[in-house]
């Protein structure tokens, strides 16, 4: 008798499972989502900025550095799938201070780059890190182990609901100087909503929450800039050819689309009206090219992907691994919240801010730092797995 029909039918079985890639641990439905969006990203990036690269002579100009900045996205998506929930806990704290150091080289002489009145850019080579992007991702991390080391102060203590926010401020204070008011309200949304899901109690949060809008409200009114974005928000057409116009042609592009749009390509506003048509306004291309239908589909899979990151985060906090719980729910509010308010910023339902659509827009930093996210989340997905199985063989052997 052979060596392999004489092993015990249960031996076969553990021993073709050992062998079995870990590739088999991953959530069909957010690769699925995820994978979607990026393709319609370059889709769109192709679509929304092929005149402005005409103009310049280059066609290609700006797919081609989007497609670079994906393939390094895909890179750093899959060294986050390889790397263990338990290793990125130990490096959250210091993710967080790494990243407070990489804003204020913002401001370094010969380090930052500006462009369109702002800094926040690193320059590096012929490359520009915009490190505000990387310290959405870092807060998520580090927020996520805080909440796990103080599970019993953050719920039932002042302190312990404010230390982190006082760190926080830090980083929204570097980013403020930029200046970038909409990642500022990113940052402090993901924080105030992973505070709530960790179990703080909500008068803190209601109270934290009035002061977070009293001083927005306050940098709006010192800053005219800001004011005038409110201004022409509330009423665009009153301003169309000012402070209006891009929110206003914007509104033309959706008004164009109608049900199904006018196809892929056919789009007018974006060759000559509307501004930043391939980074911070893309959804009204959508809106134009492929009508509500097109945008409804948008916002579903927005839906879809946070409804996984929190079913993901939900099954890790079940099998008691809190940091990698918040570490999901934490991604899908970052990434929920992104959508959301770029949308609602192109449909006039909020202010003028400079955020990108998450995996759609042109922005090599904003593209690589979700595809990190989604490889965090996948991560997860696979240790909840691993820990299924793990439990599965526990009681086949007992």
């Given amino acids: 008798m052979s060596v392999a029909t004489a092993q015990p039918r249960g031996s076969m079985a553990r021993s073709r499972g050992s062998a079995a890639p870990a590739l088999a641990h991953y959530d069909p439905m957010l690769l699925l989502v995820a994978g979607a969006l990026l393709a319609i990203g370059v889709m769109m990036v192709a679509s929304a900025s092929m005149p402005q690269g005409m103009r310049a002579g280059e066609p290609l100009r700006f797919v081609e550095r989007h497609l670079f ?64 992007e990387f310290m959405k991702l870092f807060v998520v991390l580090y927020m996520a182990g805080y909440v796990v080391r103080h599970k019993f102060s953050v719920v039932f203590e002042m302190k312990g609901f404010v230390r982190p926010m006082l760190l926080l401020l830090m980083a929204c204070g570097l980013i403020m100087l ?5 990642t500022t309200t990113v940052l402090l949304a993901t ?68 049900w199904t749009g006018v196809g892929l390509g056919n789009g007018i506003q974006k060759q000559f009206y509307l501004p930043e048509a391939h980074t911070d306004f893309v959804m009204a291309v959508i809106g134009e090219e492929f009508g509500l239908l097109g945008s409804l589909v948008i916002v579903l899979l927005f839906g879809l992907f946070v409804w996984r990151a929190f079913a993901i ?19 899908g509010l970052w990434i929920g919240m992104q959508a959301f308010i770029n949308i609602g910023v192109n449909m006039g339902l909020l202010p003028t801010k400079g955020l990108t659509l998450p995996f759609i827009s042109y922005g090599s930093n904003s593209l690589i730092a979700c595809c990190i996210a989604v490889g965090l989340l996948a991560r997860v997905h696979r240790e909840n797995s691993e820990a299924g199985d793990a439990k599965e063989g526990k009681w086949q052997r007992a």
Avoid: K
């Fill in 69 to 132: 900045a994906l393939v390094l996205g895909l890179a750093g998506a899959v060294g986050a799938w390889f790397t263990s929930m338990a290793r990125w806990e130990r490096w959250s704290t210091w993710l967080y201070f790494l990243g407070l150091g990489l804003l204020a080289l913002v401001f370094v002489p010969g380090l930052g780059r500006e462009a369109n009145g702002a800094m926040r850019w690193v320059g590096v080579g012929p490359l520009s890190l915009q490190t505000s």
């Fill in 178 to 182: 930029q200046p970038d008011f909409g």
């Fill in 191 to 258: 924080a105030f909503g992973m505070l709530f899901l960790a179990g703080a109690r909500l008068w803190q949060f209601g109270v934290l929450i009035l002061c977070a809008a009293g001083a927005l409200a306050a940098l709006v009114y010192v800053s005219p800039y800001r004011m005038a974005r409110v201004t022409s928000f509330l009423n665009p057409w009153e301003q169309a050819r000012d402070a209006g116009y891009q929110l206003t042609q914007a509104l033309i592009a959706f008004g164009r689309g109608e």
């Fill in 313 to 331: 985060g939900a099954r890790a906090e079940r099998r008691g691994a809190r940091f990698a719980a918040f570490v999901s729910y934490g991604v």
